[in-house]
């Protein structure tokens, strides 16, 4: 009966890759009971698993969600750490490489909340989940509970603790798993760590300090951004930031998505380690030009903006910076009398302050 049940159990969960896994291996290692005789072993399931999936859906491993299920539970079947922090902090290693390859930061939090989560779960959650889900009157208690809980995890969320690394070679994240697969029978593990701890240090010295300077065009459509970083990142310029022309809607059509400031250039400077701009100079005040501004703001910090002077009078330049992480005082409108402190830059602009102006309507 159980075996009938377990696909059905997997459509009804949304069918995601961890789940599939883990209900594969649930329903092979039950199948193979009945043959008198076989007794497959975990590591063996989860090899037949892996490779009838990729078989059935090969592009699925392209997702961060798929890799992390199929090594960590490699790492699981294979791991003989008794103590549960130990096994807390290699499952973290684990996943480390595959995590800052896609998102290029990592939490430092999250070797303690993976532990505590764990006992949180077990004697907290699941227990208040049943009890509210069985007894009428604590219901209302249950969900209160769950939601501190939530709201508390919130709170964790969005403590300063994340770290922008920036994005690693894939050869590095592929040393980086070898070497922890062979942790796992080695003996000499105090000069594979050291290794492997070297190896993360340069690394990231690297992508954070670059040996040599780069200009960069960003393909973003219409308009124009682009980025001047010195060697050693000692200054980083961004030219524009690039945009789109929004017309008015009603606000039943309108869906939140994301800028190309937010998916191209910003999404570029954190693979790179980059996470301030020292200057970032407007040309002018077009939406492919500025339009991405504010979105790019709430990501990446802004020391100082340059545009036009009079440009940061206009009204629709005003409703952008109010939208944006920018303080007013970083801004300085340029003309033919203001000097620029910068020996390697020459900077074309008005040779006087611009007026805003606004269109009469019919």
């Not at 009966?1 to 092979?28: E, H």
């Not at 800052?100 to 208040?128: A, D, K, R």
Request: glycine content about 6%; overall charge positive.
């Amino acid at each position: 009966m159980v075996l009938g049940v377990l696909p059905v159990y997997a459509i009804l969960g949304g069918a995601s890759a961890s789940l599939v896994r883990a209900v594969w291996m649930c329903w092979l290692k039950l199948a193979t009971r009945l043959i008198k005789g076989v007794r497959l072993k975990l590591a063996t399931i989860w090899a037949v698993v892996l490779l009838l999936e990729l078989w059935r859906y090969p592009a699925l491993f392209y997702q961060l969600g798929a890799q992390l299920s199929y090594l960590l539970t490699l790492v699981i079947v294979t791991s003989k750490t008794s103590s549960n922090w130990l096994f807390n902090l290699k499952l973290n290693a684990f996943s480390a490489p595959l995590v800052l390859y896609y998102t290029y930061q990592w939490n430092f939090l999250t070797f303690l909340t993976t532990g505590w989560m764990n006992l949180i779960f077990e004697y907290i959650i699941l227990p208040v989940t049943f009890i509210g889900a069985v007894v009428p009157f604590l219901q209302n208690l249950a969900a209160q509970l769950l939601q501190l809980i939530s709201s508390g995890l919130t709170l964790l969320a969005h403590l300063p603790s994340n770290l922008i690394l920036g994005r690693p070679p894939l050869i590095m994240v592929l040393f980086w798993l070898g070497v922890l697969l062979w942790l796992q029978g080695s003996s000499k593990k105090i000069r594979w760590l050291a290794l492997l701890g070297m190896s993360y240090f340069l690394t990231f010295l690297l992508l954070r300090y670059p040996l040599s300077s780069e200009v960069v065009y960003f393909d973003i459509g219409q308009g124009d951004c682009t980025l001047i970083r010195e060697r050693f990142s000692r200054r980083v310029i961004l030219i524009d930031t690039g945009g789109k022309v929004h017309f008015s809607m009603p606000n039943w059509k309108k869906h939140p998505t994301k800028t190309s400031g937010e998916t191209i250039v910003a999404n570029y400077l954190l693979s790179k380690g980059i996470t301030r701009i020292d200057q970032l100079y407007l040309t002018h005040q077009d939406a492919d030009h500025v339009g991405n501004f504010p979105s790019l703001s709430q990501l990446i910090k802004i020391k100082q903006i340059i545009v036009p002077a009079g440009m940061e009078n206009l009204p629709s330049f005003k409703h952008r910076l109010a939208k944006s992480a920018v303080m007013p005082e970083a801004f300085k409108g340029v003309t033919d009398r203001v000097k620029l402190s910068d020996p390697h830059l020459k900077l074309l602009h008005p040779f006087a302050r611009g007026h805003a102006w606004t269109r009469n309507k019919c």
